[in-house]
């Protein structure tokens, strides 16, 4: 039987050179045992490991012991990763959490606009089809009471049923609007997608912030409190007393500094830059915010008084059509139920053919659009510190792409009316609508 005896294995910090080593045997005569004996030299060559301690390999694993777990060999928090200057993976986490949301939104938006549109066409189709067919109805039961013909009662009661109907489906139409429905939810589709692409970018760009996180979520619940998707209790109001843009965005904040570049102080902004952003500021409110609310509020104002002729109408309809036949009323029934059940449809036509309502939510969301575009350069404006603003340049060409011109043509403008009083200006910013 042969035993092998190692030992003397040791790391040293300090340098030295090597020497050779040496194997030795010997046997005991009396019991017959060979002793082997392995030298190994007591000192290596210094090596310089950062992070590993200088210990011997026996003291530090203690493998005399191998059943106590409680003495791991591993130190867990040397190989730990140090992720102090990549993104953190919770922000990460919330962020790909609201992206989700805001991409299942985009698709109930545009679900549910496509059937607020088939509500707007279908109901006027059915509505115009009753009015006609009940005027008609009525027509004939004047005819056959004058020759005397078939029974004019069931004629009668026919159109009026007919016509009380087609009152009460138009004002129930009259006051959600279908078309001006179907026109905030693709408003909200096409916000929902820009917000989609915001939080792309920013996942894209790298290290966002607990704060980006907190305006994404802003953002969406400013958009759903924008345009609602249920209809009882959070209908937007279809006929406000008067127009007000549309607003979609949170509450504009200050802005933390970002110091990206100590050197450029100015961060992009300079004296004639800040001249040209007030002029396109003044162009935009006294000239294109103006002028879609102006037009809004005239779209309110024939869109009400169509809501209320179109139930009139077939309403005094219904009520001609019940006196036909009468010896004291007959003439002026008959005229009154095939008249005023002709204009009924005529005005239901106008009104939801031509989508008044959508148009009213056209220059409602594009009086927000400047509404925001103010706000947005007025934040910048009134920011003192350079650092906070958004940067000069991007901000310019920004605001030159918001308002479909280039650069040049932006500076153009505002040369164009600087010094000039809200009534003289003549060009409108946009070019885009």
Known sequence: MATLQ????????????SSSSSFSSSKDRKGGIVRATLNVPRRMTNIS???????????ELELHNCTDKKLSPINVNTFRRNNSNGPDPLVMAK???????????VEMHKNIGEQRSNWNSMLLTSINALTLAAATMTGIA?????????????????STVMYLSATGMLSIMNKIQPSQLAEEQRNATRLFKQLHNQIQTIIAIGNPTTSDVKEMMEKVLALDKAYPLPLLGAMLEKFPNNIEPAVWWPEQRRRQAKMLDRKKSWNGWNGKL????????????????????????KALKLNKFLAISGPVLTGLAALGSAFVGSPDHGSW????????GALAS??????????????????????GFFKLMEESMESNLTENDMERRENGELFEMKVALQLGRSLSQLRDLAASSCGKGEHDIEEFASKLF
């Not at 962020?95 to 939104?105: G, N, S, T």
């Not at 029934?333 to 005023?340: E, S, Y």
């Open 95 to 105: 962020l790909y959490a609201i992206l989700e949301a805001v991409a299942d939104r």
């Open 142 to 158: 004047a005819t056959s009471v004058i020759s005397g013909g078939a029974p004019v009662a069931a004629l009668k009661l026919s």
């Open 49 to 59: 490991l950062p992070g590993l301690q200088t210990k011997g390999i026996v003291e």
């Open 333 to 340: 029934a008959v005229v009154l139920g095939v008249v005023a």
């Open 274 to 297: 800040e001249e040209e952003m007030t002029e396109i500021f003044g162009v935009i409110r006294n000239k294109d915010k103006a002028d879609y609310l102006r037009l809004g509020g």
């Open 6 to 17: 190692t030992s003397g294995i040791m790391c040293s910090s300090s340098s030295s050179s």
């Open 346 to 367: 005529v005005v239901n036509t106008f009104e939801h053919g031509g989508q008044v309502g959508m148009v009213l939510e056209m220059y409602r969301s594009n009086a």
